[in-house]
C-alpha cells in the first residue's frame, strides 16, 4: 500500500489549500482513509476521516467548517479542502488508513507528509 500526499505550501491566514492523497496497492472499499496533522513540537493529531464506501466522514472540533475531506473512487485519491486557514493550522499534514473493520483504530498505512504553513 502506498500513500501519496501533496498539495501542501504557504499561504496567508484566511486563505485555502487543497491537500490530496493518492492510494496505491489494494482495493480500498473496505477502508477508511483518514487526515492527521503533527504540528512542531506537538503530538500528531486527528483532522479528518471518511469511509471509502460509504463517503461518511468525521471531523475533529478543529476542522469542522473550514475543512472538507472527500474521495474519488475512480482516481483512488481522497482530497482534504482547508478554507479560512488560519496560523495554528500550521503542520505537516500526514493521510492514512486503515481497515474499517479492524478491532483496533489503528491506522496501518501512512503517507510521507506534506507540509501546510500559514503566514498571520
Known amino acids: 500500500v502506498q500513500l501519496q500526499a501533496s498539495g501542501g505550501g504557504l499561504v496567508q491566514a484566511g486563505g485555502s489549500l487543497r491537500l490530496s492523497c493518492a492510494a496505491s496497492?489494494?482495493?480500498?472499499?473496505?477502508?477508511?482513509m483518514g487526515w492527521f496533522r503533527q504540528a512542531p513540537g506537538m503530538e500528531r493529531e486527528f483532522v479528518v476521516s471518511?469511509?471509502?464506501?460509504?463517503?461518511?466522514?468525521a471531523y475533529a472540533d478543529s476542522a469542522k467548517g473550514r475543512f472538507t475531506i472527500s474521495r474519488d473512487k475512480a482516481k483512488n485519491t481522497v482530497a482534504l479542502q482547508m478554507n479560512n486557514l488560519k496560523p495554528e493550522d500550521t503542520a505537516v499534514y500526514y493521510c492514512?488508513?486503515?481497515?474499517?473493520?479492524?478491532?483496533?483504530?489503528?491506522?496501518?498505512?501512512w503517507g510521507q507528509g506534506t507540509q501546510v504553513t500559514v503566514s498571520s
Open positions: 492514512a488508513s486503515r481497515f474499517e473493520y479492524s478491532d483496533s483504530a489503528v491506522y496501518e498505512y
Open positions: 496497492g489494494r482495493t480500498f472499499s473496505r477502508y477508511i
Open positions: 471518511i469511509r471509502w464506501s460509504v463517503g461518511s466522514t
